[in-house]
């Protein structure tokens, strides 16, 4: 594939992942407030406890076969059918088994409310493996139109379904309600918009050529898994669903700027970069690229958010959840450095270098898993900020790994992002000094959080296009010509498309 097309794809790509986001995130948002003002934080908890073991089953459900079907370079509908047929059946064979176990899991937690929210919640597990290989042949041709359409759309009936629960009453049945239905629906138009007709025949060969790739990438999705989930599942095992509930909260407030726009951008990242695998420098550049328009995004929201922690969840989810301020604060660290490691796995899957990945998963999950059991003796507080130290320990060891495969050094990768931590740094202080005024003058949470968000709002733009350039003009270049060309862009920004 040329460079022209690779770039237009990009551009293609990204501008839809813009729009998906911008849509999606007003409607997350706003349920988040509705859905936090209808539930108590014990009844969050409860579905979070659930979660914990869901996301445990969707990791089987799936065992990296789409992602072999993406990275190939050659794709038989042998390899698409068989792929197919063995994750369905396995979806299904995992629902079955997870009912079963239902009251098993609630017995963990010693909480018996657990066992019909996991029971429904499994019913899940055959849904996401129906539409998991569709969706990855979408994301092998780079068909980001439609894949945002289906992401808009899905979570708008999801959200509906939510709100219609709430309205109805249902407690935290409206939580469990819009998760079954963002799964049915994402699975209906994954069909849709793939066209997706498989086959009757299941061939040994073709899912022999896929094996190796996934079992690599398979076994690293089941060690990031325990260390994105061990916490939770100490948490309410130990301290209680309202506790888990309120570290929850943080956590997925934490994750808003990581999950929606380092999330959506690697969905764009992958497929390219594994067209470019015989090409390591560009791809080296590639990463670069992404890594600082992330960056961009990231710094200075999260350095925002370890400011404004407190009076962002006092405003947004309410006092009930106030234990989850200090929480939110200490584990914006980790979303800012994760944010910025989010593309290195599709880096390394893109090269065949999922060896080095797994080995990095053993490191990190062993870093994380320490901090956790020691971290939860001292509550939720104590659980984040000793998972802040460990991530914090290995993140360099994950950087070191992307830049021998693409032939940089660490050097190179803190160059590219000098002007973005500048910028992050300035908003901060910024916004800092700002807030700080404001609670002088006896200005409240609600206060306090407008004017930091209003300073990062108004000051992230200019800063970087005084202190990272690139990446300012990477980003306009990611406009329509005609818009560029309105608003009167710099020659720099232009030449950049």
């Known amino acids: 594939m040329s460079t ?3 770039q237009d794809r990009v551009r293609l790509g990204v501008r839809w992942k813009v729009v998906s986001q911008a849509y999606t995130q007003v409607i997350r948002f706003t349920m988040a407030i509705i859905l936090a003002r209808a539930v ?3 009844e969050y908890g409860v579905v979070a406890m659930a979660g914990v073991f869901v996301a445990l089953v969707l990791i089987f459900s799936d065992l990296a076969l789409g992602s072999a079907l993406v990275q190939r370079e050659d794709v038989r509908r ?3 059918t068989s792929v197919f047929w063995l994750t369905t059946g396995l979806g299904v064979l995992l629902t079955v088994i997870a009912v079963a176990a239902s009251p098993v899991v609630a017995a963990f937690y010693g909480e018996p409310q657990v066992t019909p929210v996991f029971a429904v919640l499994a019913t899940t597990f055959a849904i996401t493996a129906l539409g998991a290989t569709p969706a990855a042949l979408l994301e092998r041709r780079m068909d980001f139109r439609n894949l945002e359409l289906r ?3 899905a979570v708008t009936v999801a959200a509906a379904v939510s709100l219609v629960s709430v309205l109805a009453g249902l407690g935290l049945w409206a939580v469990v309600a819009q998760q079954v239905a963002l799964a049915v629906v994402s699975t209906l138009l994954y069909w849709l918009y793939a066209r997706f007709r498989p086959g009757f025949r299941i061939a040994s060969w073709a899912l022999h050529d896929v094996a190796g790739f996934s079992a690599r990438v398979f076994g690293t999705r089941i060690v990031f898994y325990a260390e994105r989930n061990v916490d939770n599942a100490l948490i309410g095992r130990y301290i209680g669903a309202a506790g888990l509930g309120a570290y929850a909260a943080a956590y997925n407030v934490m994750l808003i700027p990581l999950e929606r726009i380092a999330g959506p951008l690697q969905g764009v990242f992958y497929p390219v970069v594994s067209r470019m695998q015989d090409d390591l420098p560009r791809m080296g550049r590639t990463w670069l690229r992404a890594n600082r328009l992330i960056g961009a995004v990231t710094v ?10 407190q009076d962002l969840v006092r405003v947004v989810l309410g006092p009930n959840w106030a234990a989850a301020g200090p929480v939110v604060q200490v584990l914006a660290w980790v979303g800012l450095h994760q944010s910025l490691a989010r593309l290195n ?3 390394l899957q893109a090269v065949n270098r999922t060896g080095d990945l ?3 998963a053993v490191v990190s999950v062993v870093a994380s898993v320490t901090a956790f059991v020691v971290g939860v003796s001292f509550g939720i507080l104590g659980v984040a900020v000793a998972y802040a130290i460990a991530t914090t320990i290995v993140a360099p060891y994950y950087a070191l790994m992307v830049t021998r495969a693409v032939g940089l050094s660490l050097r190179d990768v803190l160059r590219s992002l000098r002007g973005v931590i500048e910028t992050g740094v300035l908003v901060a202080v910024a916004a800092a000094l700002v807030r700080a005024a404001v609670a002088d003058a006896g200005g409240g949470p609600a206060a306090r959080l407008a004017v930091v968000i209003a300073t990062g709002a108004l ?3 200019p800063c970087l296009a005084w202190r990272a350039r690139p990446v300012f003009d990477d980003a306009m270049s990611m406009l329509p010509v005609r818009l560029r060309t309105r608003l009167r862009l710099p020659a720099r920004a232009r030449a950049a498309s």
């Open 4 to 6: 022209d097309h690779l």
């Open 40 to 42: 108590t934080p014990h």
């Open 78 to 80: 042998e390899h698409v």
């Open 151 to 153: 992401q808009m759309q």
């Open 300 to 309: 200075p929201t999260m350095l925002c958010v370890a400011i404004a922690g």
């Open 345 to 347: 796995s599709s880096v």
């Open 358 to 360: 797994l080995r990095y």
């Open 459 to 461: 000051l992230t733009v």
